[in-house]
């Protein structure tokens, strides 16, 4: 079996999760890409589900606006890149307003689809979108410490270089001001010079077509 029919496979079964009772259906994840290039979000938000897809809503415009800075645009990316996330399912509202972060056993259950990826992609380059994602590979630590740096990390034993943004979100001002400014300016010329971001940017899918 390829790894593309893999892949659709996992999707089917991602796509068919009902694990997490408190979580908010449906489910939302990547189209089934063979990619070097695994970006991981935090979780979807109460839009995503309608367009099947994540980043679907304001954040996802930031998002790809700037990747589009890279030579790369929306559609493109959507179908070169697999598009993770550390919960697949929207968490509901917290009481106090915004989003509720998921609890752990719901990112743990999460997990065993993140492993599964993982190991029939092999990436690269793993992207982490926002704190929840970025914590799921790297300590805990200040964005100003995390952002703006190439990172050589192991996870579910598979080793790969991680470049981590902030979250596009617009209720977040991170990227607005400085440091942020200056750091996402810098974490993005880093993805533009990655051999396995310049994979996906170019028209030429010879390489990517000997992975199916």
């Keep these: 079996m390829s790894l593309r029919n893999d892949l659709t496979h996992h999707v089917t079964e991602v796509l068919a999760c009902r694990k997490c009772t408190g979580m908010i259906g449906p489910v939302v994840t990547s189209r089934p890409s063979v990619s070097k290039v695994y970006l991981v979000g935090q979780a979807p938000g109460p839009h995503e589900g309608k367009f099947g897809q994540p980043f679907a809503w304001t954040a996802g415009k930031t998002l790809f606006k700037w990747f589009s800075t890279l030579g790369i645009d929306e559609e493109t990316f959507r179908s070169r890149v697999f598009m993770a996330a550390v919960c697949r399912c929207f968490p509901g509202k917290a009481p106090g307003g915004g989003d509720r972060v998921p609890a752990r056993d719901e990112v743990e259950a999460c997990s065993g689809w993140m492993r ?43 080793a790969c270089d991680l470049i981590p943004l902030p979250h596009p979100s ?33 028209p030429n899918l010879e390489i990517r077509n000997k992975l199916q």
């Design 116 to 158: 599964r990826e993982i190991e029939l992609l092999k990436p690269g380059l793993i992207v982490p979108i926002g704190r929840l994602a970025i914590e799921r590979f790297l300590e805990p630590a200040p964005l100003a410490d995390l952002i703006g740096k190439t990172h050589r990390t192991s996870t579910f034993g598979h």
């Design 170 to 202: 617009g209720a977040s001002t991170w990227y607005k001001v400085e440091p942020g400014i200056s750091l996402l300016q810098k974490a993005l010329k880093l993805l533009g010079r990655h051999p396995a971001w310049a994979e996906i940017r170019n």
